[in-house]
């Protein structure tokens, strides 16, 4: 069989997408460590600056394996709720190590957090309240607005007048009578604009914002700039990635001068999701039927968007490979409709897309899916989540994550087991 490579060098070490399809099932997400471990360095040494650490955003991947290998890359991470706690602690994360970033979260959230000794962010003077009530005396963080945003999709900006996210700049005189009222001691202040930007100045701008915001508080321990750093996601287009030199250095020069006025020392924290998993992972499926329909041609595919929910949600685009059994196919190309099996109209991840031509059984690889991909998949038309397979850097192929059985879609219905561990 003739088997073509991906452009991503080296992307499946020792085994082809059809070894792995056969070994694994379909649909499957592969990571590679090596890339994964590239990111994550490339993060790490964004600035030289000494007081300086990387959090994992864990919501963009939070399978076990990929984060512990995020942890020995010496970053630590953020986490949304008590299940990324859960999960992050699972892969070894100290407490310590763990910034909760909550949004509106409960009571029972908060305390989980608190009782572990786990950092919470709150995200708005009533949560400052709610925090302050259950752990008088406590550290806090406070999760800022500074007024700017930034994203791929307006779902996604998370700074800028028209979000939920953050306090207002104009609430600092409330947050520190909260503060003093509870006696809490405000240790960070954090933010984060939005997901996907690939112009630095953007991210610039809000630190520049934050940094305003920070000068109006005494002997923060750390200021933390949020996420965002894009991916390209049009790399067969000649797309440009992110410019990470250019951003450390705007970032150093701001932190350098902002800090000879400040009168301590503060950590300077960034929190990138994407960016460090997004490149290292493919999703491949396989063809099951093609059709022409009126003037479409349409492939379909097992890729449906319980599995893959970006292009349906935000109109995301990923660059496609096609593994093919014919390599005479690659000669000639033609405009297609790659379409899942869920039963909407809307299933479709690419749209209109020049590809080279396909038959039953070829196998397609979706660039860059490692970052928001199996983490918002989902059991929609009661179809099972598929396997995760990791690449090591040795280049052997290890699961990490087995496909979900039809007895799962049943588990949730036993109900008897869920009140009697409510009970305990
Ligand atoms: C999602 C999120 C991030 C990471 O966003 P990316 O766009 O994946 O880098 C960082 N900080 C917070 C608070 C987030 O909610």
Not at 159 to 181: H, I, M, S, W
Request: hydrophobic share 35%; proline share 4%; charged share 25%.
């Amino acid at each position: 069989m003739n088997t073509y490579y991906s452009t991503k060098t080296n992307f499946y070490g020792s085994i082809t997408p059809q070894e792995l399809i056969d070994t694994y099932g379909s649909p499957l997400y592969v990571y590679n460590e090596t890339i994964l471990r590239e990111r994550c360095r490339e993060m790490a040494q964004l600035i030289k600056y000494p007081y300086f650490k990387v959090n994992y955003s864990s919501k963009a991947n939070s399978n076990l394996e990929l984060l512990k290998i995020v942890r020995e890359e010496g970053i630590d991470a953020d986490a949304m709720s008590p299940g990324e706690i859960h999960v992050l602690t699972a892969a070894g994360f100290k407490p310590n190590q763990i910034f909760y970033i909550g949004n509106n979260v409960s009571s029972e959230e908060m305390r989980y957090a608190i009782e572990r000794d786990i950092l919470v962010s709150v995200d708005s003077v009533s949560q400052l309240r709610k925090f302050g009530m259950l752990n008088p005396g406590g550290e806090v963080a406070v999760r800022f607005n500074p007024g700017v945003g930034a994203g791929h999709h307006e779902k996604v900006v998370t700074g800028g007048a028209n979000t939920k996210f953050g306090v207002a700049p104009d609430l600092v005189a409330e947050v520190k009578t909260v503060l003093r009222e509870y006696k809490l001691t405000l240790s960070g202040i954090n933010q984060h604009i939005g997901s996907l930007f690939m112009d630095p100045g953007v991210y610039l701008t809000g630190v520049e914002r934050l940094l305003e915001i920070a000068a109006q508080f005494e002997g923060l321990d750390f200021i933390d700039f949020g996420g965002g750093f894009g991916t390209s996601y049009r790399n067969q287009a000649g797309a440009k990635r992110l410019d990470i030199a250019e951003l450390g250095a705007g970032l150093e020069e701001r932190l350098t001068s902002w800090t000879g006025s400040y009168g301590s020392q503060p950590l300077f924290k960034v929190e990138p999701g994407r960016y460090l998993v997004a490149e290292c992972g493919v999703l491949l499926g396989t063809v099951h039927g093609i059709k022409k329909s009126y003037a479409t041609k349409y492939i379909g595919t097992d890729l449906g968007f319980n599995v893959l929910t970006r292009p349906v949600l935000y109109g995301s685009h990923h660059d496609i490979e096609v593994y093919h059994k014919n390599l005479e196919g690659f000669i000639k190309k033609e405009v297609v409709t790659v379409v899942g099996n869920i039963c909407e109209s809307g299933d479709i991840i690419a749209k209109d897309r020049e590809l080279p031509i396909m038959e039953e059984g070829d196998i397609l690889g979706v660039m860059d899916a490692g970052a928001y991909g199996y983490c918002m998949s989902s059991n929609y038309n009661n179809r099972l989540r598929p396997a995760e397979v990791l690449i090591k850097t040795s280049g052997e192929p290890v699961l990490i994550r087995r496909r979900e059985i039809l007895e799962d879609l049943i588990g949730t219905f036993l109900v008897k087991v869920e009140v009697n561990k409510s009970e305990k």
